[in-house]
């Protein structure tokens, strides 16, 4: 079974600054998908950012990017220039891309993520 | 915005009682999962179902139903309610069983009382 620990369960930054979520992960998989989800308090969970685990290259999208370390299990995320409209609670997931685990994500338990002005 | 919806927004059931949930998925996708979301907590995968039928299920009792229709609409159908079920409900939508990405929609959040 799969399992996903996010260490920090709150997290806060003021506005224009950069922050740095955790996130490792548990597999015997060797094909994988990695994702954060972002939660305004509005509740839509929306993706962030999706990071294939056969690429090396770290995936990017904007002020996002991760640092994915395939041996260690790590997947972090970067927020540079922090806005206001980051705040949100903040998940990572994983999916298999085989065998029974395909189809479902299972994520880690949330960072709650504050912007200060 | 995902073009994911789903309805009704809020519901408020007592125990024992029934409840169904709808999701229409995404234009062009043909998958659709469906999470259980406790308050402070990640989603908990219930199930997903590809082409009307249930391709994969999580750590959930029977009393946890689903339905997909041919416009990959879906149910989520909750016999004898128990409190522990309130809850966030959420629907996910996929371009077919093997696409890893899912969009969510806005949920639903189950009250019992």
């Known amino acids: 079974a799969q399992t996903v620990t996010q260490s920090q369960p709150e997290m806060s930054v003021q506005e224009a600054e950069t922050v740095t979520l955790s996130c490792t992960y548990d597999t015997s998989e060797n094909n994988y998908y990695l994702f954060w989800y972002k939660q305004p308090p509005s509740r839509q969970m929306i993706l962030v950012i999706r990071q294939e685990a056969y690429k090396q290259q770290n995936a990017t999208e904007n002020r996002f990017s991760v640092n994915f370390q395939k041996a260690a299990k790590s997947f972090s995320l970067k927020i540079s220039d922090s806005q206001l409209g980051d705040t949100a609670m903040y998940f990572c997931?994983?999916?298999?891309?085989?065998?029974?685990?395909?189809?479902?994500?299972?994520f880690g338990q949330g960072t709650i993520l504050t912007v200060h002005p | 915005e995902t073009g994911v919806t789903q309805s009704p927004t809020h519901l408020i059931k007592t125990r024992g009682q029934q409840v169904t949930l709808r999701c229409s998925s995404q234009?062009?996708?043909?998958?659709v999962s469906w999470y259980q979301q406790a308050l402070g907590q990640g989603p908990q995968f219930i199930f997903q179902y590809y082409r009307e039928e249930e391709n994969g299920r999580g750590n959930f009792p029977p009393r946890f139903s689903g339905l997909q229709f041919p416009n990959y609409s879906s149910e989520l159908n909750v016999n004898a309610l128990e409190l522990d079920d309130s809850a966030l409900y959420l629907c996910?939508?996929?371009?077919?069983?093997?696409?890893?990405?899912?969009?969510f929609g806005p949920g639903t959040r189950l009250t019992v009382l």
């Open positions: 996910a939508s996929a371009q077919g069983s093997r696409e890893a990405t899912q969009y």
């Open positions: 234009s062009g996708h043909n998958t």
């Open positions: 997931a994983f999916i298999g891309a085989g065998g029974t685990s395909y189809g479902k994500l299972t």
